[in-house]
């Protein structure tokens, strides 16, 4: 089974394609496409809305097989309106580069006294046809608890840059440092898809 996912960032097409290996679907991601990509609106106030946002654009222009996904990023202690929420990237109407969310982030905790507890918030839409439509944002497709520093790592990789700032917040580790990492979400995605298969009859 062919599905698109709705993303043009290669470092997670990369990450969906290894946690998803194991089953019988081909991922396609947007730059891969030999046709025009419409530009899809994130207007939702969480990110189960948003993934639905951009599910539909995409489903309504390609019309096969769809998935879309959004994440919010919130951190203890910050005021309301300072929660970045679904715009992790975008502040103040800016969509920032990845060197620029460093800074931002990493200023946000130095603020907080040099670190602050975050967590994101994980959702995902599939569309497979106009009587199939699944959603989802279980805690299990969610990340962990996690301290933001005011500190990056050296390692950066490109799509990820909060990733620099990640520490575990059992062992004070940055996670690029650990061996074994957070629990991966990408169990919680595969099991998501199994059970969608299995729905439409598709052996697994």
Do not use: W
Request: proline share 3%; charged share 25%; aromatic share 10%.
């Amino acid at each position: 089974m062919k599905i698109i996912y709705g993303t043009g960032n290669p470092a997670k097409l990369h990450y969906m394609r290894k946690g998803l290996a194991a089953l019988p679907i081909e991922i396609i991601g947007l730059s891969e496409l030999a046709t025009a990509v419409p530009e899809a609106e994130e207007t939702g106030n969480d990110p189960l809305a948003n993934a639905v946002c951009k599910a539909e654009a995409y489903y309504k222009a390609f019309r096969t097989p769809v998935f879309a996904c959004d994440s919010g990023l919130f951190i203890e202690g910050l005021a309301d309106a300072e929660q970045p929420g679904v715009h992790v990237r975008r502040i103040g109407g800016k969509r920032l580069s990845d060197d620029e969310m460093r800074a931002h982030y990493a200023g946000i905790a130095a603020r907080m006294g040099g670190q602050c507890v975050a967590r994101y918030r994980n959702a995902i839409c599939l569309i497979v046809d106009d009587k199939h439509i699944y959603r989802y944002d279980g805690n299990d497709i969610s990340g962990e608890r996690f301290i933001l520093s005011a500190v990056s790592h050296e390692k950066k990789v490109e799509g990820f840059p909060l990733d620099s700032l990640s520490v575990h917040i059992g062992t004070g580790e940055y996670y690029y440092d650990r061996e074994n990492t957070c629990v991966d979400e990408s169990f919680g995605f595969y099991r998501f898809f199994e059970n969608i298969l299995r729905d439409l009859g598709i052996g697994v």
